[in-house]
């Protein structure tokens, strides 16, 4: 196919050994409603052995299509299309997974989102996916009829619909109105500027086997000033396919620890925790606007909560001892910290969720601080054992403790050799 203009649109579609499945993908992009020198289509392998670049040869009459292959050295998705998008030359990159077929104004409306120039991610509404409860109602019409057929005769089922539609629905399908709209970043359908991508450094290659790169990615969007946008009309159906979901949850939970290691806070530790909880339910979502709602809540209730009487109380063996001095992590320091600990022979890092009382509590510090960051200690980036002593104070007392306790006293034991805690009474 010539390709004398420059393509409005580039397509990354990231693959590995699908061939059948990319080659529906292809085909539904061949059916786009605008020409076909608008887009092109970059076809990312990540070490395919089957005819997948036999396949891509075979569309070079139909579409502008590119291919990038990279050696199979394991699962490498967030590098495969990095590749694919180096190899892009429009200005808007969308993503799209292999399997995911579309209608035949998706291209155009991606574009009319972006038509305004603004910095955002549009994220396309995504029919099918639900990898814990596959949509029965697909099974062969999804293979006999066109997307646009498909889509209109299972509008109303349930499980057909994107799974982040609760969410959407409670926020007016504005996610401008969510605290943490880069949670709905999916690969399965998206698209951004290229010079946004690119700005905050493309997809980050440490994420390797499956899933949270590309919410890594909407992290990093969303703290560089790029708003998130739903767009209903650049819809895409996942075709029903076999998946590894065991080994899907285990790289999950992994990816999770590393976005959690790598951009340590109270938002992608919550994350974490509900992302264990739902993965342990057998699910891959969790509500968890919701559950920042409840911290925000119960952060307002804490406020002005002290908690220096029982840190003196807890620690009053610190105070005089010999030796080298001991590691002590704090998980709800509260805004002031005990007089005694002039005289304690330790080295303290502080946790506490509230950000202001953090500040406080470091700006007043009557010992030495080695660290303090803003966690309620669900989860932290540190290694096993990396303290002598933990101590958990009552600012993690009611809302917070009723939900969390248990992951909170499962990471207090990880991390130190001894736990102090209040009475359960008392939590």
Excluded at 353 to 365: H, K, N, S, T
Aim: hydrophobic letters at 45%; glycine letters at 8%; one cysteine or more.
């Amino acid at each position: 196919m010539q390709e004398e203009t420059v393509p409005r649109l580039s397509v990354v579609i990231p693959t590995y050994n699908r061939e059948g499945l990319l080659d529906r993908t292809l085909a539904s992009l061949v059916r786009q409603d605008l020409p076909a020198s608008d887009f092109e289509v970059v076809v990312a392998d990540d070490g395919s052995s089957d005819g997948t670049a036999a396949l891509v040869r075979s569309y070079a009459d139909r579409l502008r299509v590119r291919y990038h292959f990279q050696e199979d050295l394991g699962f490498r998705v967030a590098a495969a299309r990095n590749g694919g998008a180096r190899l892009a030359t429009a200005p808007v990159l969308a993503f799209l997974d292999t399997g995911m077929i579309v209608g035949p104004d998706w291209v155009r409306a991606h574009l009319d989102v972006h038509a305004a120039g603004r910095r955002q991610a549009v994220l396309g509404y995504s029919y099918g996916y639900n990898p814990a409860n596959p949509c029965r109602e697909m099974d062969g019409i999804v293979d006999t009829l066109p997307p646009e057929e498909v889509v209109r005769r299972l509008i109303d089922v349930p499980s057909f619909q994107d799974m982040r539609l609760p969410d959407y629905e409670r926020f007016g399908f504005d996610p401008g109105r969510m605290a943490m709209p880069w949670v709905f970043l999916w690969t399965l359908n998206f698209s951004v500027p290229a010079d946004e991508f690119w700005a905050v450094g493309g997809f980050d290659e440490d994420f390797t086997g499956w899933g949270v790169e590309d919410i890594e990615l909407g992290y990093r969007l969303h703290r560089n000033g790029n708003a998130m946008v739903v767009s209903r009309a650049a819809w895409g159906i996942e075709l029903p396919h076999e998946r590894a979901y065991d080994a899907a949850t285990v790289s999950i939970l992994r990816n999770c620890q590393r976005f959690l290691d790598k951009h340590p806070g109270v938002q992608t530790e919550l994350y974490w925790a509900a992302s264990a909880r739902a993965v342990s339910a057998g699910g891959l979502v969790d509500p968890l606007e919701v559950e920042w709602e409840d911290l925000l809540a119960w952060t307002a209730a804490a406020e002005g909560r002290d908690a220096a009487g029982e840190l003196a109380e807890s620690t009053r063996d610190l105070t005089g001892r010999d030796g080298d001095p001991l590691r002590v992590a704090v998980f709800g320091c509260g805004a002031q910290l005990p007089t005694e600990w002039a005289h304690a022979n330790a080295r303290f890092t502080l946790c506490d969720f509230d950000a202001e009382a953090l500040r406080q509590a470091v700006a007043g510090a009557p010992a030495t601080v080695v660290e303090s960051v803003q966690l309620c200690g669900m989860r932290t980036p540190w290694a096993d054992r990396r303290f002598d002593l933990v101590v958990i104070t009552s600012r993690l007392a009611g809302g917070l403790w009723s939900r969390w306790g248990d992951h909170v006293l499962a990471e207090a034991k990880r991390l130190g050799g001894e736990v102090r805690a209040p009475a359960p009474e008392h939590m």
